[in-house]
């Protein structure tokens, strides 16, 4: 049965009593032009193997399967992962479910990512997808339209926060296409976007310095509304990376950030010794 087609969805799920979780934030895209053209943007051939988050009951798989790739498809919910298997029987050469929490798994080739990622833990996702970038050559995913929008923010929007920082730091991002909340089901209450995230080569900073930049991005952000001045104190360093005395966090891009940064480290690493 193909469940990317709501009436048949529908009916499986009341004919096997299946009930979906709010919990896993389980809202299903049932159009199946949706999914192939994800997996068309996705630049999926022949041969790809992929990584799915969260596959529910396989609607995304079985476009990516059609499209020739070999798909390790993670699955929280066990009713979901024990029935993967069976609805896709006929690609089981290239099919692997796994129960269990994708947030554990650990890459040990190189894969894509292609995924209608959970909502609910969208951050806890891409902190872990920045941890495995190495092992990704593309990630696809399906979120929510807002995050989405923050995620791609620039300097002077009121959404350029953390989240937008974070994101441009470990990834090129770039939107392919929205998608209405009335082609889910159940129809969640926001509107999605497809988004591209390609991981850098090479990151701005080196790896023992990162957890320190992000700290150091946090407390910028303390006071949001205040002008950062009132919370760095070094209106001099403003002036030496051409940033206005008077700006507010959001006001400052990723580069400004670094730049900013580095004079910090500097400044500590001069007062240790």
């Known amino acids: 049965m193909d469940l990317r087609n709501l009436d048949n969805l529908k009916q499986f799920l009341a004919s096997h009593q299946l ?34 988050i969260g596959p529910g009951l396989g609607a995304l798989t079985l476009s990516l399967l059609e ?23 006929e690609y089981k050469d290239r099919l692997q479910v ?26 806890p996702i891409l902190n872990f997808l920045a941890t495995q970038r190495t092992l990704i050559s593309q990630i696809t995913l399906l979120l929510q339209k807002e995050v989405g929008e923050k995620m791609m923010a620039t300097p ?23 998608v209405s909340k009335k082609h889910f089901f159940p129809v969640p209450k926001v509107d999605s976007i497809v988004l591209v995230l390609d991981p850098k080569e090479t990151l701005p900073l080196p790896s023992h310095q990162i957890e320190s930049f992000f700290s150091f991005i946090d407390k910028c952000f303390t006071h949001k509304r205040k002008m950062l001045r009132s919370t760095l104190k070094r209106t001099d360093y403003f002036e030496k990376i051409g940033v206005n005395v008077t700006a507010r966090p959001e006001d400052l891009s990723l580069e400004d950030y670094l730049l900013l940064f580095g004079l910090f480290s500097t400044q500590s690493e001069g007062n240790s010794t």
Request: cysteine-free.
């Open 67 to 89: 499209a020739g790739a070999s798909v390790v498809a993670i699955e929280k919910d066990t009713a979901f992962a024990g029935w993967l298997p069976k609805l896709l029987k």
């Open 19 to 52: 009930k979906l979780r709010k919990s896993l934030s389980q809202n299903f895209l049932v159009e199946r032009e949706l999914l192939e053209r994800i997996v068309q943007e996705s630049n999926v051939r022949q041969g790809d193997r992929v990584f799915e």
């Open 98 to 123: 796994i129960e269990g929490d994708a947030l554990q798994y650990s890459f040990t080739e190189k894969m894509k990512v292609v995924s209608n990622i959970p909502y609910q833990i969208t951050v």
């Open 156 to 178: 002077g929007s009121k959404k350029n926060i953390p989240l937008a920082l974070f994101s441009q730091f470990y990834f090129d991002l770039i939107p392919l296409f929205e």
